[in-house]
């Protein structure tokens, strides 16, 4: 199908619009892969294994060879953040350890490393939801200097709030007085036209965003109806970190190892229906005052074209 550009969209969930504009990617310098800057070795790493001392006491931790907490032997540490973003009342920071390994990357984890992240992620949301303090809790994952990451040893973060943040408020409002998930449909439509589908393992769909606000941002959900992250079952999990693996490797290929971002939106803990869902956004554009001004972001790549390179 042929389009004109520059276009408006509509996100497919919220009142949120982007400016697709490819001429914009010919100005010199418009697309710039920040290649991760950040080391590979780092001999003062906090996180390493064997610098266990460097971090809080561990909320959890997948042990096969030493089950003694805070020493080495482990697979997946969480511990709460030394220097939070959040405090008490106002949220709880901790920080998901990825690798006992100096390793800066999560897509060069195994797809078995990477299903022990999730598994610990979603077990350490179970835990935080029964403590009945908090409402939501955010999982996301800042990698390279581009996207905010100040360590490099490989991790993500979680900070439970005691509200829904408003912009999870406003996809969960959406997906409720629909009267259908719009995530499901989302899925439907896509796989119907098939031009920004990514891949599709049969549990999960990644798909370039419709109207995405960076290039090559790409959602990854699952297929069938699911409210909260939580809910992931053990059989569901090596999946889901085999097809997000393949997709980290397929934007370290195609846009040369960018920083991005990742986040998880799942649902709050309210009894409100939702669809958990991915965002993976590389950071290979800045923003500026068009977007902090008008909060309408211009993406240079029109996201047909990143899923059809992104399908390689
Ligand atoms: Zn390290
Ligand atoms: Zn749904
Ligand atoms: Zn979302």
């Known amino acids: 199908m042929s389009r004109k550009f520059p276009q408006l969209r509509r996100d497919p969930i919220i009142d949120r619009w982007v400016l697709i504009a490819p001429e914009r990617a010919s100005r010199p310098g418009a697309l710039v892969a920040h290649p991760d800057e950040l080391p590979d070795h780092d001999d003062d790493c906090p996180f390493c294994e064997g610098r266990e001392v460097r971090t809080p006491p561990e909320l ?17 540490r969480v511990v709460p953040n030394r220097y939070p973003a959040a405090r008490d009342a106002v949220g709880s920071h901790e920080l998901i350890v990825e690798c006992p390994r100096h390793e800066v990357s999560l897509a060069h984890l195994s797809a078995e490393q990477i299903a022990e992240v999730f598994r610990a992620v979603r077990d350490r949301m179970r835990s935080r939801k029964e403590e009945g303090q908090w409402r939501y809790a955010q999982w996301f994952k800042n990698h390279g200097t581009a996207a905010g990451a100040s360590l490099s040893h490989a991790h993500s973060q979680m900070i439970c709030l005691p509200d829904v943040p408003p912009i999870v408020q406003m996809e969960v409002d959406a997906v409720n007085q629909a009267g259908e998930c719009l995530f499901c449909r989302l899925g439907r439509v896509e796989m119907e036209t098939g031009e920004r589908v990514v891949f599709d393992d049969g549990e999960y769909i990644a798909m370039a965003a419709n109207a995405g606000r960076f290039p090559f941002e790409t959602w990854l959900m699952p297929k069938v109806h699911q409210a909260c992250f939580d809910e992931v079952s053990d059989r569901g999990i090596p999946t889901l970190a085999g097809t997000l693996r393949r997709i980290l490797q397929r934007i370290d290929q195609v846009l040369g190892r960018p920083g991005y971002n990742l986040i998880l939106h799942t649902g709050p803990w309210t009894q409100a229906d939702f669809h958990w869902h991915f965002e993976l956004l590389p950071r290979i554009t800045g923003i500026a005052g068009f977007e902090l001004g008008a909060n309408i972001f211009i993406n240079p790549v029109p996201p047909e074209e990143a899923a059809r390179q992104l399908r390689g």
């Open 60 to 76: 959890l931790a997948v042990r096969p060879i030493n089950p003694r907490p805070n020493g080495p032997g482990w697979k997946i």
